[in-house]
């Protein structure tokens, strides 16, 4: 079972467990990504995400399939979230339930270093004194 | 032939309007757009990256673009 959304509400880790639990599961992993408060020293305000939403749904998707064929995961849930978010927010989620913990762990590294390279989301940080598109330029 | 371009992230802020209609020669690849976009548009060239989507998906240089596409100029992404 795959849990895949993009959504401009705040995110839930109890929503993303529930989407993954699973009588077969030995061990269920969750990241959060959390909005931290500063960016190389600089003080950070907000965070505004948008997305490509069907792309991003699809590439999400794509990753999903990796879980599958690469660890054999049991489910996977997926949540970002778009629109402006303050420090200490959750713009992202990723729960994976496996019957043994070691891939549940791997597997919920892939998801989010590969959501971060391919998936089309944006995000602009805000400073008190000016914005800045995160990785845009090198 | 005429295309739509669709911008996200830092490039609909180069690029002015999120969707806008771009006329081109018949032949054109993904490859030849972005070379007519950088040109255009200076700041694409200051950019890590650019990508481009067509049918939600990612497409390379040599792929070609027909009359009426949507082409999705993809910066580079930052989710998580």
Not at chain 2, 25 to 53: M, P, V, W
Request: aromatic share 6%; glycine share 6%.
């Amino acid at each position: 079972m795959r849990d895949i959304q993009i959504l401009d509400t705040p995110l839930t880790t109890q929503s993303c467990h529930d989407a993954v639990a699973d009588p077969a599961a030995g061990g269920i992993v969750v990241f959060v990504g959390v909005v931290r408060n500063e960016t190389k020293g600089r003080k950070v305000v907000q965070l505004a995400f948008e997305s490509y939403v069907p792309m991003a749904l699809k590439e999400m998707g794509k990753i999903a399939d990796t879980l599958s064929q690469k660890w054999g995961i049991l489910n996977v849930a997926i949540h970002h979230r778009v629109g402006v978010l303050e420090i200490g927010e959750i713009p992202v989620i990723i729960a994976v339930s496996t019957p043994h913990r070691q891939a549940a762990f791997e597997a919920c590294q892939y998801a989010i270093d590969t959501l971060k390279e391919t998936v089309p989301i944006w995000k602009k940080e805000i400073f008190e004194d000016g914005t800045v598109w995160v990785s845009a330029h090198p | 032939m005429k295309i739509k371009l669709i911008a996200f992230g830092i490039a609909k802020e180069i690029i002015g309007p999120a969707e806008s209609d771009l006329e081109v020669k018949n032949s054109c690849n993904i490859g030849d757009l972005k070379r007519i976009l950088i040109i255009q548009y200076h700041e694409f060239k200051k950019l890590q990256s650019i990508k481009f989507a067509i049918n939600e998906d990612y497409q390379e240089d040599h792929f070609q673009i027909h009359e009426g596409d949507e082409v999705v100029i993809i910066p580079p992404v930052s989710g998580g």
